[in-house]
């Protein structure tokens, strides 16, 4: 994600390619090509508390989860399963920085390799392409 500033209205805006050069983990620049988050709408600590609740609740449902996310505004979270230690681990950002780096042909043959994908349902979740059950279709 590249961040640019219009020349009519001065208002940064952010773009995935800028003049046909792509974001890589070797041309990537921090603050230049990241979202700053603290613009956005001020999440209040309920929703974020209802968001923890959630994402427990996902781990009850989802057994061989790991991880859980989900966010909008300027929160976030991140709660991960350890279930080794019968714990989670909760991470809660606010006005934090963000940026979407793309695959390259190295990344993409190593998800394929390790059988787990990516996919967007709102929330971030992994998907093993290995036979685990995912009841969210």
């Known amino acids: ?3 640019v500033i219009c ?3 001065k208002r940064r805006s952010y773009v995935d390619e800028v003049s046909g050069k792509i974001l890589t ?3 990537v620049k921090f603050p230049i090509n990241f979202l700053n988050c603290a613009e956005a709408i001020d999440i209040e600590p309920e ?4 968001w923890i609740k959630e994402g427990i609740e996902f781990f009850r449902k989802n057994t061989e989860a790991f991880s859980y996310t989900t966010g909008t505004g300027n929160a976030g979270i991140l709660i991960q399963n350890y279930s080794g230690d019968k714990e989670y681990h909760v991470i809660v950002v606010k006005n934090y920085w963000d940026t979407f780096i793309p695959y390259d042909g190295e990344d993409i043959s190593a998800q ?3 059988g787990w994908h990516w996919r967007n349902t709102g929330t971030v979740e992994w998907e ?3 036979g685990i059950k995912d009841d969210t279709d």
């Open 128 to 130: 093993n392409l290995r």
């Open 112 to 114: 394929e390799d390790n």
């Open 1 to 3: 994600m590249y961040s």
């Open 47 to 50: 929703e974020i508390e209802r």
């Open 7 to 9: 020349p009519v209205c």
């Open 25 to 27: 983990k070797d041309n």
